[in-house]
Nanobody, 115 residues
Framework: QVQLVESGGGLVQPGGSLRLSCVAS????????MGWYRQAPGKQRELVAS????DTTYANSVKGRFTISRDNAKVYLQMNNLNSEDTAVYYC????????????WGQGTQVTVSS
């Protein structure tokens, strides 16, 4: 009933920036929490950032560098000062309640940080 589509990934040099976007469509009324997860090769999927009822949370590894924001059914992740450890597939996530992960996942967008 809810579809999430990410965009904005790509190849960026260390120290560069990217802005990821996620658009929710379908029956989105009642969607409370949205966020971004990422999964790097050989790593477990981890929560990068979330926004729930106006509150934001960040993984320690991205604090001060990433900013999550939301505009209705769209959620964004501004990523600054990227480094190689940020290389991963980034997934948009959404759910009805504040506990992450939510029910719905996007298809993922690849972020590669390399010179």
């Amino acid at each position: 009933q809810v579809q999430l589509v990410e965009s904005g990934g790509g190849l960026v040099q260390p120290g560069g920036s990217l802005r990821l976007s996620c658009v929710a469509s379908g029956v989105i009324l009642g969607i409370n929490a949205m966020g971004w997860y990422r999964q790097a090769p050989g790593k477990q999927r981890e929560l990068v950032a979330s926004i729930t009822r106006g509150d934001t949370t960040y993984a320690n590894s991205v604090k001060g560098r990433f900013t999550i924001s939301r505009d209705n059914a769209k959620v964004y992740l501004q990523m600054n000062n990227l480094n190689s450890e940020d290389t991963a597939v980034y997934y948009c996530n959404a759910g009805r309640f504040g506990i992450m992960p939510g029910r719905y996942w996007g298809q993922g967008t690849q972020v590669t940080v390399s010179s």
